[in-house]
């Protein structure tokens, strides 16, 4: 166990350092502007930094506008804004040109990994956080221990006076195929270049694939695999009857504004919920429209050619997984006419969305000084009264403050709140709200809603 950073106490540790702490590195910096910076350190277990690398396929692009980057809604002139990262790369009048306000994915991760650069002595890479427990003085908990492992299994540990958890999202696996994940030929979406690239190397291979989700992840593999092996014959599996188009319509869009989620926090909590549910075909197991178009357009011309390539599987659910030396195995249960189906694969890709219980795991340490994991208005978690580190959770509150809480929409103005948050904490005592006997638990709805 390598503990040499146990000597040095740091003012924050972050867990992670992907778009969430990025921003939150930022107004740190620009609060601190003309003073002593924070002794901070975030850390990440990529070995270098990447925004779904493994997700990167031709056919995705940032499904919000440029201008909702790091900074800009909270400061435009900032050197950190998507436009000046266009601006210093000499492709300003280019993107210009464009006319859209979506850029590829592929440059939005160059923009970001641009941005963690200037953060590179802050940023520590190849780091997975594991746990954090408490460091317990005199029946008072004014620090904790930080965890983590790099990638040749050396532990380490820092002790902190404060913390901020970003650490995204865990893959969702269904039940179904949980005992097959050692098998290369079955797997999420999360990991879908590195592991397309061990299951077919022959693009001209006559893939049979089943992709099981009806979400933008699962439209793109399906047109990624069209386009990128023409021999391949693909299945969508789907449980709802049609792919539904995402709703980006200007009113609706204004349930991302960073001043909604003041209104929804306030909210009574069934209130809030009945909110999130009405309007989760904003980001859960919705399609961009042109997408869909494009899909259906494929459908189409197999009828005109009457040569039925690739299909859709809707209203259908995967009952029964097996798996033999020449391939994957489902039992597809049609819902409406109760009909039983078994198909085999070469392939089976996961595209079923994500958990966000990654924060419960890590802080498991500090559970009796937690509740039961709600949050204030500024992101910080209650506590009780003997525990005075402030911990803050980004992208794991959506229940509470909405659901741009996951996305890029509010991370200008998130990353402002919690930094002044923060930076009132470590300079006086501002305890955080005391937990009490009837805390509510903010539950993550949108993991029980079908894909």
């Known amino acids: 166990m390598d503990s040499s950073k146990g000597s040095v106490v740091y003012d924050l540790v972050g867990v992670g350092c992907g778009p969430s702490n990025l921003a939150l590195a930022i107004a740190l910096e620009e609060k601190k502007s003309g003073q002593q ?3 901070a350190v975030f850390l990440d277990k990529q070995t270098e930094y990447c925004w779904h690398g493994n997700t990167m396929t031709g056919h995705s692009d940032l ?12 400061s435009p002139t900032s050197p950190y804004s998507f436009i000046n990262y266009l601006h210093i790369h000499g492709r300003l009048v280019d993107f210009i040109n464009l006319g859209t306000f979506y850029p590829s994915r592929l440059e939005f991760n160059d923009y970001l990994r641009w941005v963690a650069q200037h ?22 908990v004014k620090t904790v221990r930080v965890w983590s492992r790099d990638t040749q299994g050396r532990s380490s540990v820092r002790e902190t006076r404060a913390v901020v958890v970003s650490a995204g999202g865990t893959p969702s696996i269904p039940d179904l195929f949980q005992p097959f994940l050692a098998d290369k030929r079955i797997f999420h979406h999360a990991q ?23 979400g933008q992840s699962a439209a793109e593999v399906f047109l990624d695999l069209q386009q990128q092996y023409p021999s391949a014959k693909v299945e969508l599996v789907i449980r709802n009857f049609a792919l539904k188009p ?52 494929i459908f189409y011309r197999q009828k005109v050619a009457k040569a039925a390539q690739h299909v859709l599987r809707n209203l259908s659910v995967v009952e029964h997984v097996s798996t033999t030396a020449q391939g994957v195995q489902l039992t597809l249960h049609r819902l409406d006419s109760g009909e039983r189906l078994v198909q085999e694969y070469d392939m089976v ?6 958990r ?21 208005r500024d992101y910080r978690l209650k506590t009780t009264a003997d525990f005075q580190v402030p911990v803050y ?20 103005i998130r990353s402002d709140e919690i930094s002044t948050a923060l930076l009132a904490a470590l300079d006086g005592p501002a305890p955080s709200a005391v937990v009490g006997k009837s805390a509510h638990s903010h539950r993550l709805y949108h993991e029980e809603w079908p894909t």
């Open 349 to 354: 890709v996961l595209a079923t969305g994500y």
């Open 37 to 39: 910076a924070l002794n």
């Open 356 to 376: 966000r219980q990654t924060h419960r795991e890590l802080l498991a340490p500090l559970a009796p000084y937690l509740g039961n994991y709600e949050v204030d």
């Open 119 to 140: 953060f590179a002595g802050q940023c520590c890479y190849g780091q997975e956080v594991t746990a954090i427990e408490p460091v317990v003085t005199a029946g008072q």
């Open 63 to 74: 499904q919000i506008s440029f201008l909702k980057d790091l900074v800009s809604l909270r």
């Open 393 to 412: 959770l980004q992208g794991y509150c959506e229940s509470s403050h909405g659901l741009s809480d996951t996305l890029l929409s509010v991370l200008a």
């Open 192 to 214: 879908y270049l590195p592991s397309l690239a061990k299951v077919a190397a022959n693009k001209s291979m006559p893939l049979r694939v089943a992709v099981i989700g009806a």
């Open 246 to 297: 995402a709703d980006s319509s200007p009113f609706v869009n204004e349930i991302f504004n960073p001043d909604t989620t003041e209104f929804l926090f306030r909210q009574p909590v069934l209130q809030r919920q009945q909110w999130l549910y009405e309007y989760r075909h904003t980001n859960y197991a919705a399609v961009d429209t042109s997408m869909i178009e494009q899909i259906y357009g």
